[in-house]
T-cell receptor
């Protein structure tokens, strides 16, 4: 049981390049989330999904797109990276129900030059 | 709307002393409250949660938290701090019903335990 995994762990992009971050979970969770963590800002929700084939915007969705084609995977895309997107990105998942805790991946450290 | 405040960016405590990390919340309705810990270069790990019942909740690594409805607080506590407790701690809240299942996180409190 690997829990929540994220690929890649580190990435350096140039401004304008695109990339996709992959999140996978093997716990059969319905809900999945993408956050970014910046110093002094805590965790900010980018997008989330409440089930396969559904996605919704979070607090800071601009510049990002997501897809949830399979229940176990949640992809985060940057179409045209900007230096402001330099951050640590975390994926999380949880069971249905607001009383259930989230399980987090180890993070992806992204630098945009 | 729901929100969480962690009023201290950093808490310093000596090893062996009790520690408290503060959290206050605001929700329209009953809350579900969570504490997570983040060690350096790692993802967040669940520590404990309050759903209903006893106001004192016990969690992992000897941590506990007290739910106080009148003060809308959910402070994290440990009777005797360890150097290994040094980490970033996040409080989170969700409304129990009638709202989004998406939690709101505080900005985090850095706990530093000195030997």
């Amino acid at each position: 049981n690997a829990g929540v995994t994220q690929t890649p762990k580190f990435r350096v992009l140039k401004t304008g390049q695109s990339m996709t971050l992959l999140c996978a979970q093997d716990m059969n969770h319905e809900y999945m989330y993408w956050y970014r963590q910046d110093p002094g800002m805590g965790l900010r929700l980018i997008h989330y999904s409440v089930g396969e084939g559904t996605t919704a915007k979070g607090e800071v969705p601009d510049g990002y797109n997501v897809s949830r084609l399979k229940k176990q995977n949640f992809l985060l895309g940057l179409e045209s990276a900007a230096p402001s997107q330099t951050s640590v990105y975390f994926c999380a998942s949880s069971y249905v129900g607001s009383y259930n805790e989230q399980f987090f991946g180890p993070g992806t450290r992204l630098t945009v030059l | 709307a729901q929100s969480v405040a962690q009023p201290e960016d950093q808490v310093n405590v000596a090893e062996g002393n009790p520690l408290t990390v503060k959290c206050t919340y605001s929700v329209s309705g009953n809350p579900y409250l969570f504490w997570y810990v983040q060690y350096p270069n790692r993802g967040l790990q669940f520590l404990l949660k309050y759903i209903t019942g006893d106001n004192l909740v016990k969690g992992s690594y000897g941590f506990e938290a007290e739910f106080n409805k009148s003060q809308t607080s959910f402070h994290l506590k440990k009777p005797s701090a360890l150097v290994s407790d040094s980490a970033l701690y996040f409080c989170a809240v969700r409304v129990a019903s009638g709202g989004s299942y998406i939690p709101t996180f505080g900005r985090g409190t850095s706990l530093i335990v000195h030997p």
